[in-house]
RNA sequence: GGCCCUAUCGUCUAAUGGUUAGGACAGGAGCUUUUCAAGCUCUAAAUCGGGGUUCGAUUCCCCGUAGGGUCACCA
C-alpha cells in the first residue's frame, strides 16, 4: 500500500523549471528577476530548476556575459541544479531538424539573394512547414491567449541542420530536458503560438506557460542596457547584499496579499505565489531597493555586519593613512551607528570620506568657539558645565560605563542647567562636529579614558580661549 | 501599422458587486536624549474616459484612450 503511494507520488511529472539566457548582454534585474520566479516555483515543488545558455548566435554571444550571468547567480545566492550549453548540443537539434525534414514538416527552402540586408542573407534555409491554423494556449498569469499562426508563414528555424535557431532550440530542449513549467518574460507572449506549432511537430507536450510582466525603465520601457539597466553584480559593488535584491525583485510583481514586505529566500519559497503575480509590468525602483536593503542590514547577524564594516573602513586610505586602529571590538560597538546611517555598505564609505568617522578613530579637531551653545555669549557656561560633567563621569566605573549610566549622571544636571547649554558643548567635545550622534551613544562608544580625555582636552580649550591672546 | 498584453496615489501594490478605496517607498508637517541619523505620530496623494449589466460598480461586459510587447536567417 504504502508503495503504491509512493509510486504514484514518484510517477507524479516533477517540477521542473529553466532559465534560458542568451549571453549577449550583462545578466540584469530583468533576467534575475524571471531566474528568481523560476528557481523558486521549482524549489516550492521540490523541482528542478535548470540554467541553459541559448548561445545559438554564435556572432553575439559572448563568453565574458556567459560568465557574467554564472557569476550573478552564485553571487545572489540561486543555485541551478544541472546547467547547459546549447552550443555542445548540435549534434542533437541536427538530428532531430534532419527528423523533421524527412518528415516533411520542414523543409530546406531556397531563395534568392536579396541584396539590401547588411547581414549575409542564406540563400538556403530551413523552414517550417506552417499548418496555418489557430493556437490557443493558457497562461498561468494571463489565461487564456489566441493567435491566428497564419501570418507567420513557414518561419525559418535553422539557418542549417547545424545552425539552428531559437524557438526550435527552445522547444527541442524544454522537451528534452522534461521542462514542465516555461516561466519567462511577457515579451515571449507573441512567440509562444509557433513555439507550441513546432512541439506539435516534434509530438512534445505542452508545458505549463507562465509570462511574467516585464519590469520597466523609468520611461516605462522594457529595461534593457540602453534604459539604465545595471548589471546585478553593479549592486553587489555598491554595497547591496543578495537577499535583499532577491526580496526587492519578488516584491516587483508579487506581493503576498499581507503587509508584509521583508522576506528571505525560505520565506519567500513559502510565500510566493505565482498565480498571484500582477498582469502590468512594474517600474523599477532604486530608492524603494535602498530601503529594503537597509531592512536586511539591520536584520543581518551584529558580528557578520561588522565583519563586513570592518573590511570596509579598514580599506579606506582615511584609514589607512591615519593608521586608524580598526579592531573588530570597535567596529561592533560602531555598528549600531553606522546602522542607523546606512542604507549600502558602500554608504560607510562614504561617511569615512565625509569625515564622519574620524572622531572615533582619533582626537576630534575643533575650534573652541564651538563648544559654546548658541544662546550663551562666551564659554563660560560651557566650561562649568564639562567641568561638572568631567568629574561626574570620574566618579563612574569602567564597569559599570555605558550610554544609560552615563545618561543617569549627565541628565539631571541638563534639566536642571538647560539642556542645550549642558548636552552641546558635552557632544562637541566628544565629536568635534556639528553633527553626529548624541553624547550618550558617543560616550559608550569611545569609553570612560577616552571620554574623559576629550573632556579634559575641551576644558583646557576653554581656558586657553579665555585668556587675551598673546601677540607673537 | 498588424497581432498580443496591460491599466488603482509619483512608484510598488491591497481590496471587492456595497470600504471613509488600505499598506509600503518617496514627499510634507510634527514629536523625542533642543545637532545629525534612526524611531514614532500626523498629512497630502489614485480607481484613464464613455457606455452598458445591476438596487449598487474600482471590480463584470463593450467601445474608446493611453502605455507596453512583438512582428529577424536575435534570443
Known amino acids: 500500500m504504502i508503495r503504491a503511494i509512493k509510486a504514484l507520488f514518484k510517477s507524479k511529472p516533477k517540477v521542473v523549471t529553466r532559465f534560458a539566457p542568451s549571453p549577449t548582454g550583462y545578466f540584469h534585474a530583468g533576467s534575475y528577476r524571471t531566474a528568481v520566479f523560476s528557481y523558486i516555483y521549482a524549489k516550492q515543488h521540490e523541482g528542478k530548476f535548470i540554467l541553459r545558455i541559448e548561445d545559438t548566435d554564435r556572432a553575439r554571444s559572448k563568453k565574458e556575459y556567459e560568465e557574467n550571468i554564472v557569476e550573478s547567480l552564485q553571487w545572489l545566492g540561486i543555485p541551478y541544479d544541472e546547467i547547459h550549453r546549447q552550443s555542445d548540443r548540435t549534434d542533437i537539434y541536427r538530428e532531430h531538424l534532419e527528423r523533421l525534414i524527412a518528415e516533411d514538416k520542414a523543409y530546406v527552402s531556397k531563395e534568392e539573394a536579396k541584396e539590401g540586408g547588411e547581414g549575409e542573407r542564406r540563400t538556403e534555409v530551413i523552414r517550417f512547414r506552417n499548418p496555418n491554423k489557430k493556437v490557443r494556449f493558457h497562461d498561468l498569469i494571463r489565461g487564456d491567449i489566441e493567435f491566428d499562426t497564419t501570418e507567420l508563414g513557414d518561419f525559418v528555424i535553422a539557418k542549417s541542420v547545424t545552425e539552428p535557431i531559437f524557438h526550435f532550440v527552445v522547444v527541442l530542449d524544454d522537451y528534452l530536458m522534461g521542462v514542465t513549467h516555461v516561466i519567462r518574460g511577457e515579451d515571449h507572449i507573441s512567440n509562444t503560438p509557433r513555439q507550441i506549432l513546432i512541439q506539435e511537430a516534434l509530438n512534445a507536450p505542452e508545458p505549463i506557460y507562465a509570462h511574467l510582466p516585464l519590469v520597466l525603465a523609468h520611461d516605462r520601457s522594457k529595461l534593457s542596457k540602453r534604459h539604465g539597466a545595471k548589471p546585478m553584480t553593479h549592486y ?97 560597538r560602531l555598528a549600531p551607528v553606522l546602522l542607523d546611517r546606512i ?130
Open 343 to 472: 542604507e549600502t555598505y558602500n554608504d560607510i564609505k562614504t561617511m569615512v570620506e565625509s569625515l564622519d568617522l574620524d572622531y572615533f578613530f582619533g582626537d576630534p579637531v575643533y575650534d573652541a568657539i564651538s563648544l559654546k551653545w548658541k544662546t550663551d555669549s562666551d564659554l563660560s557656561g560651557a566650561e562649568k558645565h564639562l567641568g561638572f560633567i568631567r568629574t561626574a563621569l570620574k566618579g563612574l566605573s569602567d564597569a559599570k560605563w555605558n550610554e544609560a549610566s552615563v545618561k543617569a549622571l549627565v541628565w539631571p544636571y541638563a534639566e536642571a542647567e538647560g539642556r542645550g547649554q549642558v548636552l552641546w558643548p558635552f557632544r562637541f567635545a566628544l565629536s568635534g562636529k556639528d553633527k553626529s550622534p548624541n553624547p550618550f551613544t558617543l560616550a559608550e562608544i569611545l569609553g570612560k579614558a577616552e571620554t574623559v580625555k576629550r573632556l579634559e582636552a575641551a576644558l583646557t580649550k576653554c581656558s586657553l580661549a579665555a585668556k587675551p591672546v598673546e601677540t607673537a
Open 236 to 332: 553587489r559593488d555598491q554595497g547591496y547584499i543578495p537577499s535583499a535584491l532577491l526580496n526587492y525583485m519578488c516584491l516587483l510583481g508579487w506581493n503576498p496579499g499581507t503587509t508584509e514586505e521583508i522576506f528571505d529566500l525560505a520565506g519567500l519559497i513559502k510565500a510566493f505565489d505565482l498565480s498571484k503575480v500582477q498582469k502590468g509590468g512594474g517600474i523599477f525602483n532604486e530608492e524603494k531597493l535602498r530601503w529594503v536593503n537597509k531592512e536586511h542590514l539591520k536584520r543581518l547577524p551584529r558580528q557578520e555586519f561588522a565583519k563586513k564594516a570592518r573590511e570596509i573602513v579598514g580599506s579606506t586610505d582615511r584609514a589607512k593613512d591615519l593608521k586608524w586602529d580598526v579592531s573588530e571590538e570597535k567596529i561592533e
